[in-house]
Each structure stands twice: as C-alpha cells, then as structure tokens.
C-alpha cells in the first residue's frame, strides 16, 4: 500500500511569515490553528483536472460548542495564514469529491478531527479525509466463460446500481450506501449453452466504507444441477487501497498592509504614503505580473513581469519607487512576496483613480488576483462604497469619509441612475476630524432599482457611486392555483412546471391517498388553497400517521415507511415578516404509537407554519444539495433546528386552538433576525396541520388550509 497524499495546504506560511520583519508581518496575534487537509485517493494516475475538481469541492468546517465559527467551500477559500482562534475545543470536518449513490469515477471523502488550541501556542491539525465509498468489483473464473455467455453482473442498493458488462467488466465501482441500509444486492445473468436464461441472485451484508467487496464467480463442471448449482460467488473484503500522491494548494493570496485591497485608499495628492502589498503562498511563487497604466512612463508599457523582468527595467523600476521582494522558504515551501510602492512614487499620483492589478502564478499553475485601487483626490469629503449588507429593498445606509481639515458641513445627494435631479440631505457627523467617516440611512427606495449617491461638503460633490436595492421576491404559487396528478400523488405546481412546494404525499401514497391537495370549496382568492389533512395511513396495525403538511423543497425518498426531505429553495431577499390567509380545524382523536407523549395532557392537536432563511450552509443526501435534509426515522432523526448558525432569520406561527369562524383568517408571522453579517441563500417555509407529526405523533383528521402566502418588506 503506497502512501497517500493529495494535499490541499491552507497555512503553511505561518512559520515563515512569523520570521519575517514586523514591516512584513500580515498582523498580529496570528498564529493560533495550521490546518492542512489530505485527500487520499485511490488512483495510480490524478490528472490536473481531477486534482482541481477535487480542490474546488474540498469543504472544511470549524465548529465548537457553540456551532459553525469557520466555513471555507473550496480550496481557494483556505487562507494562506494562520485561523486565530480563542483557547478552547474543536472540531474541524471536511468533505471532498461527489457524493452519488453508485458510480464509476466520482468517489467522496470526509474527514471529522476533534482538536484543542490554548493561548500562546499553534496548534498542527492535518485533517486526513478518507475515501467514504464502498466498492466493488467481479472476477470470473476461467471456466465461467465457457458455458456462460452474455455475462453480466449487476450490483447496488435501493438508490442507485452499477451493471458490469462489456467495457465495464473488468472496473470498479463506486457506492454510497444508504443512511438506513449496509447491504449490497447482486444478480449474475447470462445465457446457458442450452439457450436458457440464468440468473443467481444475493446480498452482501454488513458493508463498510473504504472498503472493496470481489465478487469471485466460480464454476464447478463435476456437478450438474438444474437451476444454477454449478456456480458459485465468493466474497472478498479488502481495505481500498491508496496509490497517488499530488499536492494541491490554495492559490496565491493577497493582502495589503495597514488597508484592505477590496476598499481601496483614498488620500490628497502626495499624502498616500508608502503602501506595501503581500502575496502569500503554501508553495513556490513562479511568476508575478503587475499591470497598471502608471507604468507607461516608467517602463514604455503597462504590464511587467516581475520574476523575470531585466535589469534594466527592474532598475527603472525601483529609481520611479517600486520594488519587490521574493521570499521563498524551500524547507516549507511557503513564499511570501512583498511589493512596496514607496512615496516618491505615489507622491507622484495625480488626481483620479489609479489601478494596480496583480497576478501571482506557483508552480502547478494555480492563479490568485487582486487590485488595488488609489483614489487620490483634492475633495474634502470621499464617497464610500456602501455595505452590501446594509442594501435592503426599500433602504440603505449611505458612507462618506471626511478628507480635509476646515469643512463646515457634510452630506450627500443621491438620484435614481440617470434622473435628472438630485435630492440632499444634510449629516451631522461624530467630529470633522480628517478620516472621519459619516453615514445615513435612506428610507423609502424603490425596489430592485439602481440609484446614484456622492458625498457633500459647501456646495462640491465628490465622485458618485451606485448600488441597486433588493427585489421584494414572493414565492411561486403562493396561491395555490397550479396543480397536477402524478399518479396518485398530488403535486404543488402546474404539470410541465418547476417545482417548489412538496409535501409528503409520495410517502403517504404507498399506504393509501394523498394527504396534501388542493380544495376548491375553502380559499381566499382564486379558485383554490392547499389542504393539509392529518390521518393514519396503512392497513390494520401496519403503517404510521402522516401529518398533512407543505414546504418548501422536495420528498426525496421513502427510507422503509420513512421519510427523507429535502427544505429549502433559493432566495436571497430579507423580508421582515410574512403574511398567510389559513384555517384550522385541529383533531381530538391522538395517534401517538412510539409514546413521546408530546400532546399529553391535550384535548387536540396543535399546527404550525414556520419560515427561516438561511446561509448557503447545506445538507447533502445522495448527491443534492439541501439547506437541510429532514429524516424521520426513530434510529436516525434529522429535524430542523432553528438555533443551528445556518439560521440567518426565524419566525412562527403556533396554532393551539381552531381559527375562528367558517372563513380563512390571516396572520402575520415576524421574522427574528438572528445574524446580520449575511444575505439568505434559501428560504424555508414549512407548515403541518400536526406540529409533532415529525415524531409521527398527532390527531386524526386535524386539517389546515394555507392561502395566499404574502412576504413583507
């Protein structure tokens, strides 16, 4: 067995960066956690392209007590420094690869390390993430072939198989075994020399990740049986083994010193000083191209390379105020690149934005860019680029920064993109000292619309900037107008449409009738709402309450007599509250037959209708992507936790006793903003006619009817 190691490196400058000037340094109290992760892979041979398949879906997450503190989704996300952590215990869990349910190429590795960091000192964490497939592969004996022709093995599990024939006989294949199932089904099929068809049929039992199961098919010719006596499978079980050993890394990364690249510098003509930007690597740094148009006059051209630039040019370079310096540690193979724009050479800026692009390229070809941007300028007020994240649909917060000493007052006017006029207004910042920055919140924007704003001082205006408010999106079929039958099962959304809403209806249909339908006799507006119906669904003893319910995603499978769902749909406004017309009529009749003893004490059921909006954290199920992936079953529940730091919003609606009256009623439901520090990647919205119908407990017949579903901003 080789040694493994595809290596995706995060922090291996750390040690190199901290011998470094305090000039150089990247900043202080680094040094924390060096994380470095290992892929292992199976292949004698990983091409360039599979290395960086497997480095752009490498994801590592840092989680404490206290939840996600860290996520990085790609091997471009890792820093190339140090993760500064406070003294206390982790975890880090990583994932790489794709994970299918049967496949010839796409295999899936995960990794979960437990670790500690204490005050003072670094902490190595080499995260080794193993292959999680289990694989298999046929072998026939010589004999075999002889009295069996048309050969075919057919391997799998209740999500996917794999058929070894033809060009594939001889390969191996790839699995990822169900949450609720260890076994492996095979069935050899061919032609006897009689013409009649053969089948032999079993099952592995017990399989384990990381491990390859040989299906050896013997033929014994002293014995002639009818059926298929005279052949034979045995089972061989070896660990997979680890044959490549490539590295892949993190592209070059930038940083700036004393500001940050993506913000830019803003100063009066001759006062931007000396500025210092550094490119930091876990390998060798081949090549450095700078390309601004400052460099013209300098050079006779806008672009050079640095590593490999004459001596003429670097000479021309360095005389104007620009040099660099390649630190590259060999025993590490770490580099820090450190390019320093002294002030004879900014002091020489004219008014205006100036321009220096960067491209850094290591040995393996990895590329990492960055710009940074000069504004140098006379005003005496700067306009700011707004936060993104204070951008809502009808506000914003607007940014300015004080200049120049002697300015009597400070403001801004903002416009529509391209209307004629202006409107000001009038700020009173903290001081006037230089540096001071200023803001104000804007109310009453108009929805998904670009506007204009420039920062004010005495009557002058400094350069605008733009940003554009969020669209105030609902949902799809928010009505319940659009239904079709598939089969039995009836579906949220017109036939030949895109689907949003599902509900359990695939699930409830293999014992009985949709619980999940449209009504035509009670509804708001339109011609329908959705009814969600609660009931016992089997035969006698056999089967389990369903609760009538809807959300926002898709029923995967039915895992025996469970359900596996998939919540959430994509959505990136941040509305404030939501708005449903609903009915209930609760149950009195419990159906509790695993005992949680969630309604005891009740004379009827409870509904609930709930909604959150979440980050771009997901839960994977067999290849897709969910914000969470919901499992029923008693022996490996998965249910929503509005607590958990994917949660960026929160709100419900608990429904205890009937609504009033024969009509449908609307209520508001608020949403609780737990983190401001993100935009929603997806919404969820989930509503059940039984609030414990997760744990299968509730009350025959207890029925909720939603309409017209309304998001507030």
């Not at 416009?415 to 804007?442: C, H, M, N, Q």
Request: charged residues 20%; hydrophobic residues 40%.
């Amino acid at each position: 067995m080789k040694k493994i190691s595809i290596i995706i490196a995060g922090c291996a400058v750390l040690a190199f960066a901290a011998s470094c000037s305090d000039e150089q340094r990247l900043g202080d109290g680094q040094g924390k956690l060096v994380l470095t992760t290992t892929v292992n892979s199976d292949m004698e041979v990983v091409s360039r392209a599979l290395a960086d398949d497997l480095a752009a879906s490498t994801r590592v997450w840092i989680s404490n007590s206290r939840g996600l503190i860290r996520k990085y989704d790609s091997a471009s996300e890792l820093p190339t420094e140090a993760i500064d952590l406070v003294s206390g215990s982790y975890v880090a869990e990583g994932w790489a690869g794709d994970s299918v349910p049967a496949s010839w190429d796409k295999r899936w590795f995960k990794a979960y390390v437990p670790f500690s960091v204490s005050r003072g000192n670094t902490t190595n964490v080499n995260m080794v993430l193993k292959i999680a497939n289990t694989a298999a592969s046929v072998v026939y004996d010589e004999g075999v072939a002889g009295v069996l022709k048309d050969i075919s093995m057919t391997v799998g599990h209740t999500g996917g198989e794999l058929v070894f024939a033809g060009e594939k006989a001889a390969d191996r294949g790839y699995f990822m075994m169900p949450s609720d199932s260890h076994v492996l089904n095979y069935a050899l099929k061919g032609t006897l020399e009689s013409g009649a068809p053969f089948e032999l049929t079993g099952a592995i039992a017990d399989v384990k990740p990381a491990t390859e199961y040989v299906l050896n098919v013997k033929y014994t010719n002293h014995e002639v049986t009818t059926g298929g006596g005279y052949f034979t499978i045995e089972i061989d079980d070896n660990p997979i083994n680890i044959e490549t050993q490539v590295e892949i890394v993190a592209p070059p990364a930038f940083s700036g010193y004393d500001f940050i690249l993506g913000e830019g510098i803003t100063a009066e003509p001759g006062k931007v000083g000396r500025r210092t930007v550094y490119i930091t690597s876990a390998s060798r740094i081949d090549a450095v191209e700078l390309i601004a148009d400052d460099l013209t006059d300098i050079i006779s051209g806008n672009d050079v390379e640095l590593f490999g630039m004459g001596e003429g040019v670097k000479a021309a370079l360095e005389a104007a105020g620009i040099n660099f310096s390649n630190n590259y540690n060999a025993e590490a193979d770490n580099t820090i690149v450190q390019i320093n724009f002294e002030e004879e050479f900014t002091g020489t800026l004219a008014d205006g934005v100036h321009k220096f692009a960067f491209k850094a390229t290591d040995r393996e070809g990895r590329v990492g860019t960055a710009t940074m941007t000069i504004n140098v300028s006379n005003s005496a007020v700067t306009t700011v680029a707004v936060d993104d994240l204070s951008v809502y649909t009808t506000r914003a917060v607007l940014r300015g920064k004080i200049s120049k000493d002697g300015i009597g007052s400070v403001g801004f006017r903002y416009r529509k993109a391209g209307a004629p006029d202006w409107t000001e207004v009038a700020v009173t910042p903290e001081s006037y000292a230089i540096g001071t920055e200023f803001t104000y919140a804007l109310e009453g924007l108009e929805t998904g619309t670009t506007y204009e704003y420039a920062a004010t001082t005495d009557g002058f205006a400094d350069t605008p900037m733009e940003f554009t408010t969020e669209v105030a999106a609902q949902l799809p079929n928010a009505s319940f107008e659009d239904w079709h039958m598939d089969g039995k099962v009836y579906l949220a959304f017109g036939e030949g449409g895109k689907k949003f809403w599902d509900s359990g209806n695939k699930g409830a249909t293999t014992l009985g009738n949709s619980i999940t339908t449209p009504d035509t006799e009670v509804f708001h507006s339109g011609t329908s709402s959705a009814q969600l119906l609660s009931k016992f669904i089997g035969f006698g003893v056999i089967g389990k309450f369903a609760a009538g319910n809807l959300f926002a995603g898709e029923y995967l499978e039915t895992a025996g007599t469970d359900g596996v769902l998939g919540w959430g749909r994509p959505f990136a406004s941040r509305p404030s509250a939501v708005k449903v017309w609903v009915k209930y009529r609760p149950g009195t009749q419990v159906s509790d037959k695993s005992n949680t003893g969630y309604l005891n004490g009740r004379s009827n059921d409870v509904g609930i209708i709930y909604v959150a909006l979440t980050d771009g954290t997901t839960d994977e199920y067999k290849g897709s992507q969910w914000s969470v992936v919901v499992k029923t079953s008693a022996a490996n529940r998965r249910l929503f936790d509005r607590t958990e730091p994917r949660v960026i919003a929160y709100g419900e609606h608990v429904m205890e006793t009937a609504t009033s009256g024969e009509d449908m009623v609307q209520v508001t439901i608020p949403l609780d903003y737990a983190r401001t520090d993100a935009r929603p990647v997806n919404i969820i919205f989930v509503a059940s006619a039984s609030r414990y119908g997760d744990y299968f407990c509730g009350c025959e017949g207890s029925t909720m009817w939603l309409d017209d579903i309304e998001l507030v901003y």
